[in-house]
């Protein structure tokens, strides 16, 4: 079965620092592999997507991720972030189709911004 | 063009009662995906509909159920709700091209005292 882990619940950063978020994912084939956001009370955005092809994909709002296949990991990174940063994110992966389940979410990772 | 649209945006119902969620994909989305997303759970999978026929179910009671009407819009129908049904119910589109890539809308919040 598939599943997501993002072993980090909450990574808190100053503004205009770095931010790398963490995730692994577990799938029996090439997966279809997304980064969500979602404000408070709010549905999920998509940031970014990957379905092959080059393993570095850039996303909205200055996000970038990096597929790599050897260690089942797919982390969201951003180079400076910002306040309006502050959000939870998700992790999912999928298959095209669907899928019998859609996409199967992490946990997600709470993002708190210090100023 | 229009995104996911629910409604309603929040709901307060007692326990033993029914809720009715409804959702609107984006124009040529054929397939619906319902999720729950419960305080600290996560998103669970809950149902999917596709050309007006469900096609999946998540590991949910049967009070769970709902519908896809020609139009491609879905209604998700909760029997008999418990307090632990409270949470932000969020409705997700695909196109027919079948990326796996899913549309949210901005959720129903229901809450069950």
């Known amino acids: 079965a598939q599943s997501v882990t993002q072993p980090d619940i909450h990574i808190t950063v100053s503004e205009g620092a770095s931010l790398e978020l963490r995730c692994n994912y577990s799938?029996?084939?090439?997966?279809?592999l997304f980064w969500y956001v979602q404000s408070p009370g709010q549905g999920l955005q998509l940031l970014l997507k990957?379905?092959?092809?080059?393993?570095l994909v850039q996303g909205i709002k200055g996000f970038e991720a990096e597929f790599k296949r050897s260690q089942s990991s797919f982390n969201l990174r951003k180079p400076s972030v910002h306040w309006s940063d502050a959000a939870e994110y998700f992790c999912?992966?999928?298959?095209?189709?669907?899928?019998?389940?859609?996409?199967?979410f992490g946990k997600g990772t709470h993002l708190i911004i210090q100023p | 063009e229009a995104g996911v649209t629910q409604s309603p945006t929040h709901l307060i119902k007692t326990r033993g009662q029914q809720a009715t969620l409804r959702c609107s994909p984006i124009?040529?989305?054929?397939?619906v995906y319902w999720y729950q997303q419960a305080l600290g759970l996560g998103l669970q999978f809950l149902l999917w509909?596709?050309?007006?026929?469900?096609?999946n179910r998540g590991n949910f009671p049967p009070r769970f159920s709902g519908r896809q009407f020609p139009n491609y819009s879905s209604e998700l129908n909760v029997n008999a709700l418990e307090l632990e049904d409270s949470a932000l119910y969020l409705c997700?589109?695909?196109?027919?091209?079948?990326?796996?890539?899913?549309?949210f809308g901005e959720g129903s919040r229901l809450t069950v005292l």
């Open positions: 999912a992966v999928g298959a095209r189709g669907g899928g019998a389940d859609g996409l199967t």
């Open positions: 799938y029996g084939a090439t997966p279809y």
């Open positions: 990957y379905f092959s092809g080059d393993t």
């Open positions: 124009s040529g989305h054929t397939s």
């Open positions: 509909y596709d050309e007006g026929e469900e096609r």
């Open positions: 997700a589109s695909e196109g027919r091209l079948n990326t796996g890539e899913l549309f």
